[in-house]
């Protein structure tokens, strides 16, 4: 556990969020946070704003000194040097995110959803060099998964079919941002995968590549600690999981037996094996076929128009044609389908399945009860 002697320490030794970022994020201004911090008494609204915005559960803050428990997923997530390269902003998304997974799992809990468990890989080599690690891991998952060397029409619609134990969120982390996935497990989180629906992973091929590339941090990085993982698209950063990841996703997408035939076809067949049988994104492929096939394609990408296709089959459901604009991406598709399940069900109140929506009570929630097929009774509506 982490002990802090009250609101203001949380606040700057936690996630490092400014007095303003604060101030903004919860709606209390920045006058009233400093006498919060001060000592005044807050309200339970403003607990709960509070708690929202540091990713943790409003009765942690009652008390002076604030305890963080053992096993939390938000201290995985501040010690990333990943994270405090980020700004004010962009860690609040971040943080939103990761909220939102916690949610995800609350509901699953309320409903008695069983989501199973990841398929047992043999853990990496560390003696090798991290491609290989993740090479390995590549190929016993395909192995796990009858595979084979095929090409996968679908990742999204292969973690839902075999991988059910991982949920899989959209968000919005910022469109300038290289933030391309967020990966999530500890006691109240995961095994949950975030993507940013902006950016770079607004190609449905980098997608692909992004959600291979955090299931490999949950199968190879989950120790008994909480996990959490901020990965950009390719990115080095010079970290061994990260070499390792990018080495998974590319592989388990590829198999190097694939690529390795490839070494005596012409360069511009090779990239079309990759990147339209495999739908590899062209920055992997390149990579890809130096690395293992010798094979040398120019640095910028030849034009290709989108496939809109691929683009269907790698968005996730009930996010882009969501009925309730004001919920926020991490909050439609799976959370939103759960929450108004559990309200139209009664098992939550209607300002409950509100709260998880990202939304007030007086916003419409029965369209997006209609929307999933879920009917709200009488009572649901009233209470």
Not at 68 to 93: C, I, K, N, W
Not at 151 to 164: F, N, Q, T, Y
Not at 304 to 323: C, I, S
């Amino acid at each position: 556990m982490v002990t802090f002697s009250g609101l203001r320490e949380l606040r700057e030794r936690l996630l490092g969020f400014r007095p303003e970022t604060v101030a903004e994020l919860t709606g209390l201004g920045r006058a009233r946070l400093e006498a919060i911090e001060r000592g005044e008494a807050p309200s339970v609204y403003e607990l709960e704003r509070l708690a929202d915005a540091y990713g943790v559960d409003p009765d942690i803050l009652w008390d002076e000194p604030i305890v963080v428990p053992a096993g939390h997923g938000v201290q995985a997530l501040a010690s990333l040097e990943e994270f405090q390269e980020l700004g004010d902003m962009t860690r609040a998304r971040v943080v939103r995110a990761a909220n939102a997974a916690r949610d995800l799992v609350v509901l699953r809990r309320r409903l008695g959803v069983e989501s199973g468990s990841l398929p047992a890989l043999r853990a990496p080599d560390h003696r090798a060099e991290p491609y290989r690690q993740g090479a390995d891991l590549a190929h016993q998952l395909r192995q796990k998964l009858g595979l084979g060397a095929a090409p996968i029409e679908s990742m999204r619609d292969l973690v839902a079919a075999k991988l059910g134990a991982v949920a899989v969120l959209a968000a919005d982390l910022g469109r300038a941002s290289r933030l391309a996935g967020l990966g999530f497990a500890d006691t109240t989180r995961g095994p949950t995968v975030v993507l940013n629906r902006f950016g770079k992973n607004e190609n449905a091929a980098v997608r692909r590549v992004s959600l291979a590339h955090e299931l490999c941090h949950l199968f190879a990085d989950r120790t008994g600690e909480p996990l959490a993982s901020i990965s950009g698209y390719l990115s080095e950063k010079g970290l061994e999981r990260e070499q390792r990841a990018n080495s998974f996703a590319v592989r388990f997408l590829c198999p190097e037996a694939v690529v390795r035939g490839l070494r005596t076809v012409r360069e511009e067949d090779a990239m079309r094996v990759l990147m339209d049988e495999y739908k590899l994104p062209y920055q992997a492929t390149r990579l890809y076929l130096r690395n293992e096939a010798s094979i040398v394609l120019p640095e910028a990408e030849p034009g290709k128009l989108p496939d809109p296709l691929l683009e269907g089959r790698e968005t996730l459901p009930a996010v882009f044609d969501f009925p309730l604009a004001e919920v926020p991406l991490e909050r439609r598709g799976v959370l939103a389908e759960l929450a108004v399940r559990a309200w139209c069900r009664g098992l939550i109140p209607r300002d409950a399945c509100a709260r998880y929506l990202g939304v007030t009570p007086g916003h419409p929630i029965e369209r997006v009860a209609d929307f999933f097929d879920e009917e709200p009774t009488s009572e649901s509506i009233a209470g």
